[in-house]
């Protein structure tokens, strides 16, 4: 046999990331037997909130997973996530229907070849598109339906997939890690801390700036490196081709038909953006307006009933292996929550918080809830669990309840990033088809950097005495 074949065959690849989640639930499941049992009594506020008591966690009885709890809780967890799962498949299958029609990438490729050496600039222009909906909180978890998208600009632009998962990805939760105004975690977290809701808005919009300047510099670096150079991709597309044909054979015609698919498609997606500011739309509202724009973008393309119904089901099929991951990496919080050993680790780690100064715990804070983001990656059902307990723990350290909002919310948020148990992540890696050891590599060193700005941020916040 060749030697250098068996070198490959011994070589380690990097399993499904299907496989690193079923891993985690099984590594998670035998916790339940290791970690004892715990909670802390909750108590309800004038205002009907149900809240932590701090000072009162006691163990309770060892739950430990069974083998039965273990398979129900894959049911458990498509079931809770059923309406962003379906979310997810609805509104990319309106997208294949209106990437279909070729009206998009005929209008990328026209803008970039018109653009020549500058077309760089559209990176940090949509980047800072999908921060601004990342900080509002308009578009958080749907950013998997705009995987496809990103995909075509990096394949028109002779990018890879690991660029494709970064301009859209990364842009939408640069702004939504360190939103300063997010109602999914600022909001709820202040609520909870009993300050007056979007209090400290000045300094967290310092950070949201600084956050996503950094990011586009990151991206942006990355580009232009494999731009040159080949190479130096992480995903080089002669070993990881783009299969979408998203830029395939198009003509460079762009007609009246194609200005029209693109005022619908665009112009449902404002109008989203818009009932989200102003009324308060959901996630329903999109895949309505989805709903109605591209499938009239198709027959202004020129498809017919039964081919916008194909096309729509190809476009949902794409989606399915992001979707239920969704619900399949939210089985490890499941496992936690019904052991009740959430509470336990949450009084582990923060016991030594009290013996710090000021300025250190606060950065430990920040950290200790960067590490519970991977049992719980949900922001709202951190805040719930963690904020309770920071509250007092800041009163008790002499340290604004403000810094403690801050601790949680980028501990909550940067993490969101490289964790496998962020379903949300998981699933656009999956449209994107980029492996997670790949994205990691790539990521790491940025959600390094986002750390240290977070142990910053939190420092400093706590030296002026942010209030």
């Known amino acids: 046999m060749d030697k250098n074949n068996l070198n490959d065959k011994r070589k380690f690849k990097m399993p499904d990331t299907y496989v690193i989640v079923a891993i985690l639930i099984i590594a998670v499941a035998i916790l339940t037997y290791i970690i004892p049992a715990g909670v802390y009594d909750t108590i309800t506020t004038e205002s009907g909130q149900t809240m932590v008591d701090?000072?009162?966690?006691?163990?309770?009885?060892?739950?430990?997973?069974?083998?039965?709890?273990?398979?129900?809780?894959?049911?458990?967890?498509?079931?809770n996530n059923a309406?962003?799962?379906?979310?997810?498949?609805?509104?990319?299958?309106?997208?294949?229907?209106?990437?279909?029609t070729t009206a998009i990438q005929r209008a990328l490729r026209i803008l970039i070849g018109k653009m020549k050496d500058k077309a760089f600039i559209m990176?940090?222009?949509?980047?800072?598109?999908?921060?601004?909906?990342?900080?509002t909180g308009v578009l958080i978890?749907?950013?998997?339906?705009?995987?496809?998208?990103?995909?075509?600009?990096?394949?028109?632009?002779?990018?890879?997939?690991?660029?494709?998962?970064?301009?859209?990805?990364?842009?939408?939760y640069a702004g939504f890690n360190s939103s300063f105004m997010s109602a999914s975690s600022v909001q709820i977290a202040q609520q909870m801390a009993e300050l007056p809701i979007l209090s400290g808005m000045g300094f967290r919009v310092v950070i949201t700036c600084i956050i996503v300047?950094?990011?586009?510099?990151?991206?942006m670096r990355y580009c232009l490196k494999i731009y040159k150079d080949k190479t130096k991709s992480i995903m080089p597309v002669s070993e990881y081709p783009f299969d979408e044909n998203m830029s395939s054979e198009?003509?460079?015609?762009?007609?009246?038909?194609?200005?029209?698919?693109?005022?619908?498609?665009?112009?449902?997606?404002?109008?989203?953006?818009?009932?989200?500011?102003?009324?308060?739309?959901?996630?329903?509202?999109?895949?309505?307006i989805m709903l109605i724009t591209c499938v009239i973008a198709g027959f202004v393309g020129g498809m017919?009933?039964?081919?916008?119904?194909?096309?729509?089901?190809?476009?949902?099929?794409?989606?399915?292996?992001?979707g239920l991951l969704i619900g399949f990496a939210s089985c490890i919080s499941i496992l936690l929550s019904q052991a009740q050993i959430i509470h336990t680790i949450i009084y582990a780690v923060t016991i030594p918080l009290v013996m710090l100064p000021k300025a250190l715990a606060a950065v430990f804070m920040f950290i200790v809830n960067l590490i519970f983001n991977f049992f719980v990656s949900s922001a709202s059902g951190q805040a719930a669990i963690v904020m309770p307990i920071m509250t007092p723990m800041a009163d008790i350290l002499g340290i604004s309840r403000q810094v403690a909002v801050l601790a949680y919310q980028y501990g909550d948020g940067f993490s969101n990033c490289v964790i496998p148990t962020s379903g949300v992540l998981m699933a656009a890696l999956g449209v994107a088809k980029v492996p997670f050891d790949k994205w990691l590599k790539f990521m790491f060193p940025l959600f390094l950097i986002w750390t240290v700005i977070g142990c910053i941020a939190v420092a400093v916040a706590t030296m002026i005495g942010l209030q």
């Not at 701090?54 to 079931?79: E, M, W």
């Not at 194609?258 to 500011?277: E, H, K, T």
């Not at 017919?304 to 992001?322: C, D, R």
Request: aromatic letters at 14%.
């Open 54 to 79: 701090p000072t009162t966690y006691h163990r309770v009885d060892q739950n430990p997973t069974t083998i039965k709890g273990l398979l129900f809780a894959f049911y458990d967890g498509l079931k």
């Open 83 to 100: 309406s962003m799962i379906f979310f997810v498949m609805l509104v990319g299958a309106y997208f294949e229907i209106a990437l279909q």
């Open 123 to 135: 990176i940090p222009i949509v980047m800072i598109f999908f921060a601004i909906l990342g900080a």
């Open 141 to 172: 978890n749907a950013v998997v339906a705009f995987i496809p998208l990103g995909l075509a600009v990096a394949e028109i632009m002779g990018l890879d997939r690991v660029a494709a998962m970064a301009f859209l990805y990364l842009g939408t």
């Open 213 to 219: 300047l950094v990011t586009i510099i990151y991206v």
């Open 250 to 288: 198009v003509h460079d015609k762009f007609t009246a038909r194609d200005i029209i698919i693109l005022l619908l498609v665009f112009g449902g997606l404002a109008v989203y953006v818009v009932g989200c500011i102003k009324f308060k739309w959901g996630y329903d509202y999109m895949a309505a």
């Open 304 to 322: 017919g009933p039964s081919q916008v119904a194909k096309t729509f089901i190809e476009g949902a099929k794409k989606m399915v292996y992001a």
